[in-house]
């Protein structure tokens, strides 16, 4: 997409009497957002510019105050804070909010791939407690997607970017049919056009939530009209079934399915709602984990190396009871006789020794055991099982005596291979993963249709539709 000049702000510039540009952060599809410091405060911050060619259009400044007022209205530790807004001297309206260290959820999963069950859960929770907040507040956020939810250390979140949120007691900014959002994320009442509310965030939530543990997006296709018609109509693919390596457990996947549920009202009802489910379901699979090793059977205990010494010993004790029994009945005390000095040879008790384990053999050369796989691209997890090998190039070395293996090799954007691998001797193995193809292409969402009024624009990340010259 081509974006719209930025704002002009060298370092060294200052903003409205009391910012100073310090350096440049980065360009999004609206305006730029550069590092700036607070003159009097001495405090760095991140000021947020709508970009020149926009803010002529009066729709477009409306919906930069919103995103100020949504931020600033909620006031919820995890969404980002904002604290101030103004206009350059040039006339641009700009933000300024705290500044954040860390990375958001979407260039994390790139880096990291899918989360453990644990980690995923801490994140959905916090995101569920942000969104169930800004509800209660009456703002809708209609834009949930990875690249708006910013994680900083220890998995903090940050939700960003209210710019297309919806106000329950304002004029509404967007026209009836118009499709705004990202189609990976877009419930399907938002692709048929119609007014969306809590619910669809909660419908993004649990696509996120999908994509967290198994490093896909719910829906896939060649372009943003085959993205809406996989929420529109088709059935979800099941999340264990999308990445069987990674042991998602099914209390999680029928979690995911009723936020995911194409009508509104079968979804959970409010985010603390869809949060709760997910603690029930994180809680039962720890129990889970944990009563596991208790259906183990007992070790079998050691074979005695000689039972000539058991025997002896259970006759010792078997007399010891027949004296103790006599001399009870009898009421006398039994006075052992003296021993004989030195004690004959035949009364003495002779245990046999083990007989003697025969000599070794010989240990004879052992073949070498080690599995290299190389894949295109490379950098992909490789999986067997639930346990993670590795990352291609990768040189494995079996520590088992099975002939064979079956693995997964697997990387974010592209679809999983299963691979099955010999075990025996050195073998060498390449993949070339087949990409999902994301581009996006210039079409309407696919019936039934709204008003077509939106385009999809190129991105890096996932897609967005929007008309952002519409009043």
């Keep these: 997409m081509q974006l719209p000049p930025p704002a002009d702000l060298a370092p060294g510039t200052i903003v409205a009497e009391r910012y100073r540009i310090v350096r440049r952060l980065g360009q999004g599809g609206m305006g730029v957002v550069f590092v700036a410091q607070h003159l009097t405060l001495e405090r760095e911050v991140a000021l947020k510019v709508l970009a020149r ?33 103004g ?62 939810v910013f994680l900083c250390d220890g998995d903090v979140v940050k939700v960003l970017d209210f710019g297309l949120a919806r106000f329950a007691d304002a004029q509404p900014l967007t026209q009836a049919g118009m499709v705004f959002g990202t189609p990976e994320y877009m419930a399907p009442e938002q692709a048929r056009g119609e007014r969306a509310d809590h619910r ?39 999340a264990s079934r999308r990445a069987p390596h990674l042991g998602i457990p099914r209390a999680l996947e029928g979690v995911i399915e009723c936020a995911l549920h194409k009508e509104p009202a079968q979804r959970f009802p409010s985010m603390g709602a869809l949060a709760a489910a997910i603690e029930r379901a994180a809680r039962a699979e720890a129990s889970r984990a944990a009563a596991a090793p208790s259906t183990r059977e007992a070790p079998i205990p050691p074979v ?26 009898s009421g006398r005390a039994i006075v052992p006789a003296p021993a004989p000095p030195t004690p004959a040879p035949a ?18 050369p052992r073949q070498p055991r080690e599995v290299t796989i190389d894949s295109d691209p490379p950098n992909a997890d ?90």
């Excluded at 009066?58 to 931020?71: H, K, S």
């Excluded at 990375?103 to 989360?115: H, M, P, Q």
């Excluded at 696509?207 to 372009?223: F, K, Q, W």
């Excluded at 005695?304 to 009945?329: D, N």
Aim: aromatic residues 4%; hydrophobic residues 45%.
């Design 304 to 329: 005695p190396r000689s039972r000539a010494g058991l025997a002896i010993l259970a006759a010792v004790v078997v007399a010891g009871a027949a004296v103790l029994a006599v001399s009870s009945l």
């Design 347 to 364: 009364a003495s008790v002779s245990v046999p020794a083990p007989a003697p384990a025969p000599a070794p053999a010989p240990d004879e």
């Design 382 to 471: 490789v999986f067997r099982g639930a346990e993670r090998l590795g990352a291609t190039p990768l040189r494995w070395l079996p520590d088992d005596n099975t002939a064979e293996a079956e693995l997964t090799v697997s990387k974010r954007g592209f679809t999983p291979h299963h691979l099955r691998v010999a075990t025996t001797g050195s073998r060498a193995y390449s993949v070339t993963l087949r990409a999902i193809d994301r581009h996006t292409a210039h079409t309407p969402p696919p019936p039934p249709p709204a008003s077509p009024t939106a385009t999809s624009s190129k991105r890096s990340g996932p897609r967005e539709l929007k008309d952002v010259f519409a009043e």
């Design 53 to 85: 060619d926009l803010a002529r259009h009066e729709t477009l400044v409306a919906r930069f105050e919103r995103e100020a007022r949504a931020a600033s209205k909620i006031g919820h530790h995890n969404i980002v804070n904002v604290l101030d807004f």
């Design 200 to 238: 669809a965030d909660i419908y993004a939530v649990g696509c996120i939530l999908y994509e967290m543990l198994t490093g896909s997006v719910p829906y896939v296709g060649a372009d943003a009209a085959t993205v809406l018609a996989g929420h529109l109509g088709e059935p979800l693919e099941p």
């Design 87 to 148: 206009r350059t001297d040039e006339g641009a309206p700009f933000i300024v909010m705290e500044l954040l260290a860390g990375l958001d959820l979407g260039r994390t999963l790139r880096r990291d791939g899918a989360f453990s069950l644990a980690r995923a859960a801490h994140v959905t929770r916090q995101l569920c407690a942000a969104m169930g907040a800004a509800h209660e507040k009456g703002v809708v956020h209609r834009d949930l997607k990875p690249e708006n």
